[in-house]
């Protein structure tokens, strides 16, 4: 059984639901990965602030970040672009971003 179940995931589906009205609208996959950029700098200065309320933001928009990653994907491959500018943009991407507070060290995007 060799199947591709490459975009088979919950998270892909349900990413594909959400980006399908943004394929060939003015929003990009590049607008998406900015945006993740944004949402995981500002939870990682929620987890730095401390506090129950910075670790409930910082974990909600980790998550929302992370899945911001799914989505640029999912448009990407919709809309059937790529683009040199999103390499940099996730390149430029710290990678604590990358990371969650409680997996020192285990990449997410295995």
């Known amino acids: 059984m060799n199947e591709d179940t490459t975009g088979c995931s919950v998270t892909h589906r349900l990413a594909r639901v959400f980006v399908r009205p943004l394929v060939g609208g003015p929003v990009t996959?590049?607008?998406?990965?900015?945006?993740?950029?944004?949402?995981?700098?500002?939870?990682?200065?929620?987890?730095?602030?401390?506090?129950?309320?910075?670790?409930?933001?910082?974990?909600?928009?980790?998550v929302l970040s992370a899945f911001l990653d799914r989505a640029d994907g999912e448009l990407a491959r919709l809309a059937g672009s790529s683009s040199a500018c999103k390499n940099q943009i996730r390149t430029a991407t710290p990678s604590t971003i990358r990371r969650t507070p409680s997996n020192r060290g285990n990449d997410l995007d295995r």
Do not use: D, K, Q, S
């Not at 200065?45 to 409930?56: K, M, P």
């Open 29 to 62: 996959a590049n607008h998406l990965t900015t945006l993740r950029l944004l949402t995981g700098v500002a939870a990682c200065i929620a987890f730095a602030c401390g506090g129950r309320g910075g670790e409930i933001w910082g974990g909600a928009l980790w």
